[in-house]
């Protein structure tokens, strides 16, 4: 059946923000889609042709949905994974699969994974609880500092903790989870490769996540990566075989570390439109958006080159403000050269919530570099 | 009141291709907007928080309508003119101004507003009846052939014809209407001026509409346009000359005639996003539907430069197809470089009907050229 068919029906499992610029990516291609999410708020409600309030993580209500829908897609992974298998089976599309769900879902299983395919990642331990770490410590089976995660729905940060004592453990759930290497990295390196359901492959050029050097915060996304074409061969590479090894549809965005001695290794992998591509709205021939369209509809894949070096910047709730947002000096960078607001349309802002993000273009990566940090210092997400 | 407050709202008067474009970009800054338009099938019903359903040409419909919003513009220039009027004197922002669009919507008051503003335009007689013309053509006042046209609601080359005998006249509408000197002319050319309402002015680069040698219509719209620097400086000129006159807030776009002496005449404006527009969604810094809320907003214009040449064709319903729209060899050319569909989202197709435009962008515009040249022969709007 053809997208173009009056029938056709596209599901989205999720109804954020990246669900809202895929949304936008429909409109141009006039897709009728239909939505679920938890919220009635959600930034996706509009824009959407059917919109329905649900449980992401309840079977029956995901089931009951995909059974709606040609095609099906998630814009988070916390969904519920055995609902999307049972659709596959009645013959819903679901792209990317609940194979290739199930396997990230997890993060000792996504590890594994690695391993089994000779993927280059940091050394890692399996526990099935938290408590089972201190046993392998005494026994001299683990050395401080690792890096704490928890194996099921860590997202954005929660579910990670560096240990660098027995103290570190105290506060932390007891649920399965990994200790991991921790990898001293030059750079925080991302590729999105996407795949359409005829098996092309096109990949995204290597961007780098700039850090704050105090707060050891990803400040800026910066594409492309400002390191050399022989790192940057190798990091595409090794995308491609992590492409390939899970034989996903639609975008894999993979995040890698560069090690002190210019290794390569893999963090973790997201199935999905990206934080770490959504400069190729602005940057990019095709946006990382509509590219996952063409990727699910089996369409041919759009050029993933760059017309301009682009920046992005996220905007994030600040310390100390909660309740109706507001966007404070963005008058200011509007009026700044190649500067893109991006408002996701969540009402209320909290400390370090996503609120939005900027992007900066420009033919000239330093000149886009030195616009993003005056951006940065300027804006500021508070509440009225 | 600034935009980003929770109660404000943007009203839009029309419901088509232009508004859903708009609408887009409104997302991006997640701005709260209203929509009216006499079509329950409008492509703007979705995407928008409210869609009334009304007729844009009644006094009664515009006023209420108007009454809800903070800030209201429109897409399409037949709205009730008086109804803005009104507005404006209690208190809502109506951009374009009702004075702009009302002598807008008179093709003979626009053409005694350049006589009046010194800029230069095709020689013309004005006449209130068209029966009046046999009249001056028997007392020698006025020689064939000539454009005929009506002053009122003449849209897309509806209300236009080129009068080469007396019989050309007979199946005209006997309505107030112009005759226009034909204008034998080397290019048809465009420029889109921006202005906020605090002033600020930014014009897009000159585009060039390139005609088909034997048929006589637009084929491509070309950015920028293949013409020397000084005629190019020229047609920007006057089109600020233009601008200035109005003194406008929003788009304008002014389509000019470039002669085969190498003058300037103004052809028509329109004061909104235009079709000589629709590459800068790709090719552009800024789009010409983020600069349109930009300046009615008041928020800083953005930057109009190319990041890349571009290129707009026309989807229009192919001739002996009506009924359900179906997009013949969509997919071949969304596997060509640089190529994106926009599809507007009307159900039915018609000969001659808009459907949709692609865009072809590419660093070297002979490239783009080609690939364009390909785009039109490969895909055809048909029914199914």
């Known amino acids: 059946m053809s997208y173009f068919s009056s029938n056709f029906k596209l599901g989205i499992l999720g109804g954020g923000q990246l669900g809202k610029m895929l949304l936008n990516e429909t409109r141009k291609f ?6 679920l999410d938890a919220s009635d708020e959600a930034p996706c409600k509009i824009a959407c042709n059917e919109f ?3 449980d992401l993580l309840d079977y029956k209500t995901v089931y009951e949905f995909g059974k709606k829908v040609d095609v099906l897609t998630f814009e988070i992974e916390n969904v519920n994974v055995d609902a999307l298998e049972t659709l596959e089976k009645e013959g819903i599309k679901v792209y990317p699969s609940s194979k290739t769900l199930r396997t990230i879902q997890n993060k000792a299983t996504q590890k594994l994974f690695y391993l089994d395919h000779n993927i280059p990642t940091a050394a ?7 408590s089972e770490i201190e046993d392998a410590i005494s026994n001299g089976g683990l050395q401080f500092p690792f890096v704490w995660k928890s194996a099921q729905f860590g997202y954005d940060g929660n579910g990670v903790k560096v240990v660098r004592t027995i103290d570190d453990l105290k506060d932390l759930p007891n649920t399965e989870c990994i200790a991991e290497a921790m990898i001293p990295f030059k750079n925080e390196l991302a590729v999105i490769v996407s795949r359409n359901v005829k098996g092309d492959i096109k990949t995204y050029p290597v961007v780098e996540m700039e850090f704050h050097p105090e707060a050891n915060q990803v400040e800026y996304v910066i594409c492309p990566a400002r390191i050399d074409k022989e790192v940057a061969k190798k990091a595409q590479d ?8 899970f034989n996903h549809v639609g975008l894999l965005a993979v995040e890698m570390f560069q090690t002190k001695d210019d290794e390569i290794l893999v963090n973790e992998v997201a199935p999905r439109p990206h934080n770490s591509g959504h400069q190729t709205i602005e940057a990019s021939y095709t946006s990382q958006f509509e590219q996952h369209l063409r990727a699910i509809l089996n369409l041919p894949l759009g050029n993933t080159d760059s017309k ?3 920046i992005m910047v996220n905007l994030v709730g600040a310390e100390g403000y909660n309740g109706n947002v507001l966007y404070k000096n963005i008058e200011t960078i509007m ?3 190649g500067v893109t607001p991006h408002i996701y349309g969540k009402k209320q802002t909290r400390p370090f919530r996503k609120m939005g993000h900027v992007t900066i273009v420009n033919e000239n990566l330093n000149e886009a570099r030195k616009v993003a940090e005056t951006v940065k210092n300027t804006i500021k997400v508070i509440s009225e």
């Open 124 to 130: 890692f331990s399996r526990f099935a609880y938290t």
């Open 238 to 245: 090794i995308a491609l075989k992590v492409s390939n090894a």
């Open 30 to 35: 006039d897709i009728y889609t239909c939505v």
């Open 52 to 54: 329905y309030k649900g």
């Open 308 to 310: 301009v070096a682009g």
């Open 335 to 337: 009026d700044m050269n």
